[in-house]
């Protein structure tokens, strides 16, 4: 990992769905479980964020646990060994984000990115995006690979393969790549 996909991570560790550096033990609390709401999907997943004027470009790899909806869920990003590095979980207008520096309340997932990346991503549409269709809380438009919906071009034709791609023109451009667990495989 580079000097900045380092950079990145220890910020998000700081403020958000806090992706820290490999070995950062969760010492503090661990979230109360929640009834399984769907079962977990896992993989592994790469984000790339283009410079802009003020910020330089992000990158980074992770691996991740997720479950839910749009409306309610939970996401868990791990190290490459394994530790579980920040929880976020979500339902009916608040989010919250458990990593080692604490718990932290926000109104909705688009908030945690936010202020993350500076750049609003759509993680409430994410567990739709993996499972290959668009969220159906928005409109979408069928492209040849997959759909367009929230300013994204989302490919799901590589989807049975266990890859989904999303990806966003608009400055600075973002590319999210998802490599999932196929069962079996």
Same mark, same amino acid.
């Given at each position: 990992?580079?000097?900045?996909?380092?950079?990145?991570?220890?910020? +998000?560790? *700081?403020?958000?769905?806090?992706?820290?550096?490999?070995? $950062?033990?969760?010492?503090? !609390?661990?979230?109360?479980?929640?009834?399984?709401?769907?079962?977990?999907? $896992?993989?592994?997943?790469?984000?790339?964020?283009? %410079?802009?004027?003020?910020?330089?470009?992000?990158? *980074?790899?992770? #691996?991740?646990?997720?479950?839910?909806?749009?409306?309610?869920?939970? +996401?868990? +990003?791990?190290?490459?060994?394994?530790?579980?590095?920040?929880?976020?979980?979500?339902?009916?207008?608040? %989010?919250?984000?458990?990593? %080692? /520096?604490? @718990?932290? #309340?926000?109104?909705?997932?688009? /908030?945690?990115?936010?202020? !993350?990346?500076? @750049?609003?991503?759509?993680?409430?549409?994410?567990?739709?995006?993996? %499972?290959?269709?668009?969220?159906?809380?928005?409109?979408?438009?069928?492209?040849?690979?997959?759909? @367009?919906?929230?300013?994204?071009? *989302?490919?799901?034709?590589?989807?049975?393969?266990?890859?989904?791609?999303? $990806?966003? @023109?608009?400055?600075?451009?973002?590319?999210?790549?998802?490599?999932?667990?196929?069962?079996?495989?």
């Amino acid at each position: 990992m580079n000097a900045t996909g380092r950079r990145w991570l220890s910020r +998000l560790g *700081v403020r958000l769905i806090a992706w820290t550096l490999a070995g $950062t033990l969760m010492a503090c !609390a661990t979230p109360q479980q929640r009834p399984s709401i769907n079962p977990w999907t $896992t993989g592994r997943l790469s984000l790339r964020v283009g %410079a802009s004027a003020d910020k330089p470009s992000l990158g *980074v790899n992770a #691996a991740f646990e997720l479950r839910g909806n749009g409306e309610e869920g939970e +996401l868990r +990003l791990l190290s490459p060994l394994g530790t579980r590095v920040a929880t976020a979980t979500w339902a009916a207008g608040r %989010a919250t984000l458990y990593t %080692a /520096d604490g @718990e932290r #309340a926000f109104n909705n997932l688009e /908030d945690i990115a936010r202020e !993350a990346l500076g @750049e609003p991503l759509p993680l409430a549409a994410l567990p739709d995006w993996l %499972a290959g269709r668009p969220w159906p809380r928005q409109p979408f438009r069928s492209i040849a690979n997959g759909f @367009e919906q929230l300013g994204w071009q *989302v490919s799901t034709h590589e989807r049975a393969e266990g890859r989904v791609e999303a $990806t966003r @023109e608009s400055p600075p451009a973002v590319q999210l790549r998802v490599r999932l667990d196929l069962p079996g495989a």
